[in-house]
Structure formats: C-alpha cells, structure tokens
C-alpha cells in the first residue's frame, strides 16, 4: 500500500484500510518509498536506544529518524549492523534518515558532516538527510556555540540556500538518495523551491492536534513535498507556547475518541496524522509501545466527525520554540525579536 505525494482525500483514505493491511508506504517524488511509521531516536538514551532499535526491527519498523543532535547515532548503527549480519534485514529494505545540524551549514563542511553520520550509522548510505533548522550557528566542534552574557547562540552569516546547494551535491555523489529540510516556514520553501536544482522531498515539522499546521501541509503537498510530523503525541519535555487545558495524550476529545474504538490515545493521534498522508516518527524505548505504535493504527479509521472534533484543537500551541536562535534573521517561527547577525 502506498500513498502518493499528492492532496490527501480523508475519505479515500479511510477506504484504503483493511485489518490484513501491512504497514504502507509514502511514495516520494524520487521514487523511493518511505514508511508511514518510523522510529524517533530523538532523546533516546545511547545506552538503551540499541536495544530500543533491535526490538523495533523485530517488530516490523523499517524507517528510522536519526540526527547527529541526538548524540546517539553510533548506538543505532551497532542495534542496524546486528541485525544485518543475522539476516532480519537488508539494508535495502531500510529507511534511514538522518540531520545536518547547525554548527555545519557551511558549504564546505556539509559533505563531512553527512559522511560523519553515516559513518557512525555504519551503513554505506543515507536513505534521506535533512537540514536539520535554516539557521546556521558558527562553526566548529561546539554544537551549542552561545554567548556567556545572553545564553544566546551564536550565529554565523550562512544563507541557507547557499547549504541546500551542497547538500544537493550528496545526492549526485551517491551518500544520500533524498534531500530535505525540518522546521522551514512557508516562506522558507517558497524561497528553496525558486532556486532548487534538487527539490526537497520532505518536510519535517512539529504536528499535533494543538499545532496543525495546514496551510504549510498543504503548500507542500502542492509542491510534491512529503510532510514528516514530530511530537504527533504531544511533549512532555517543552513546555507549550499555548498550552490548552490538557497535555494530548489526556484531553477529553482524544480520550473519548479512544474509547470509542477501544484504542489508545496514542493510537488516536497517530491514525488521525496518517490518514491525513502525514509520516510519523513515534519515539518510544519500549518494545509494548513501539508494537502498539505500528501493528495497532492501521485496522480502524476516524470518521469525519472525530476528524473534525481532532482538527478544533488546533491552537498554534507549538512546543519546539528553538527560543536560543532568536534574533536569526532566518529564524523560522519567531516574529519579534531583531533580526541581526
């Protein structure tokens, strides 16, 4: 089962399941396929996340999100090279992607940073790689450069577009079959698109019930740009910019939903995103909740009333805020702050 790059029709949607249904595919517009449902490393503890990864193949995940942030990308290589070498998987039949942060946005150093990635994920390609955020910080080996007086990063004058053209340079040297970006604004991917030689082939951003996010979603699908969503569950890490009155996972409406179908709240939110054609990167250590996030999502479906009392949630409450980059000129959620290097 594959859905295409295209305006997703809910209705359609709701057509396509079927309790036999396997886990489908988002047909990319380089051809490639990618899965519904991966595996967030983001905040996973190296010494768990390896096996954390095993399991999650185990249980069927092909599609894993990966970034150099994360501090953990050498764990997920060892948990993808044990279960290579026992013959669970093909490298073929994986979907890996992985970031380019901050501190790498030069030019000359994107190739080397993509490389470090996909060295310590011990694999000799990377299915996707992301720009990771369009502001650059300065570079070096400090992946937090701030300023002691402000607590403020620390910026250096790279024009995004200026990134994306070596990133494009990946993918016609064989490191990366697929380039993107992550938490681009509207205007960002108007600008990108103007001037790609290589258009990105997705887009990941924060969404969730209190952050929908459709005029951007919609941009993209009208552009050929698969839409990749992060904290789909909400976070209980970042505090909400707008936070309504409950955390997600506990609202009335996604509880009563939940009973409803005897689902998980969970469960809720993730079918409420990928019957939408939205890709979702659940982040979970433990083997009960991976199992539940993939096998249990794809054998009921929202009606349009659900759909509907999920969409009135929407409260542009963001929860990744990036507040440390404000004042970037190409920062892009923060509206007020001097825009100066």
Same mark, same amino acid.
């Given at each position: ?47 768990? &996340?390896?096996?954390?990864?095993? $399991?999650?193949? %185990?249980?069927?995940?092909? @599609?894993?999100?990966? !970034?150099?942030?994360? #501090? +953990? ?44 990635? &996909?060295?310590?994920?011990?694999? $000799?390609?990377? %299915?996707?790689?992301?720009? @990771?955020?369009?502001? !650059?910080?300065?570079? #070096? +080996? ?200």
């Amino acid at each position: 089962m594959k859905f295409v790059c295209s305006k997703i029709n809910r209705a359609f949607s709701l057509r396509l399941l079927s309790k036999k249904m396997s886990t489908p595919n988002f047909l990319l517009s380089n051809g490639k396929n990618m899965p519904m449902v991966g595996l967030g490393t983001w905040r996973s503890p190296p010494e768990v &996340i390896t096996q954390a990864v095993k $399991d999650a193949i %185990d249980i069927g995940y092909r @599609h894993f999100d990966c !970034a150099h942030i994360y #501090g +953990n990308e050498a764990q997920v290589g060892a948990a993808i090279a044990e279960k290579l070498k026992e013959g669970v998987v093909t490298r073929d039949q994986l979907f890996i992607t992985s970031k380019l942060w901050n501190t790498h946005h030069r030019p000359d150093l994107v190739r080397a940073a993509c490389e470090t990635s &996909i060295c310590n994920l011990g694999v $000799d390609y990377l %299915d996707l790689y992301l720009m @990771h955020w369009p502001m !650059a910080y300065k570079s #070096g +080996n400090n992946l937090y450069p701030t300023c002691p007086d402000t607590g403020k990063a620390v910026f250096e004058n790279i024009d995004f577009i200026d990134t994306w053209k070596a990133m494009e340079h990946l993918v016609d040297s064989g490191l990366c079959h697929a380039i993107g970006v992550s938490n681009f604004n509207e205007q960002q991917i108007n600008r990108l698109l103007s001037v790609a030689k290589l258009k990105p082939v997705v887009l990941q951003i924060e969404c969730h019930p209190y952050l929908r996010q459709k005029t951007l979603i919609t941009l993209c699908y009208d552009n050929a740009i698969a839409v990749t969503a992060y904290s789909s569950l909400g976070s209980a890490h970042t505090p909400y910019e707008k936070p309504g009155a409950y955390p997600l996972l506990k609202h009335p409406v996604i509880l009563e939903i939940a009973a409803k179908y005897e689902r998980t709240p969970a469960q809720v939110l993730l079918r409420y995103q990928t019957q939408s054609g939205i890709i979702v990167i659940p982040r979970s250590v433990s083997k009960h909740h991976m199992y539940e996030n993939f096998k249990k999502i794809w054998d009921f479906g929202l009606d349009n009333d659900d759909l509907q009392a999920i969409d009135d949630l929407d409260c542009n409450g963001r929860f990744m805020t990036m507040k440390a980059a404000y004042g970037h000129p190409h920062h892009p959620f923060e509206i007020d702050a001097p825009k100066q290097l």
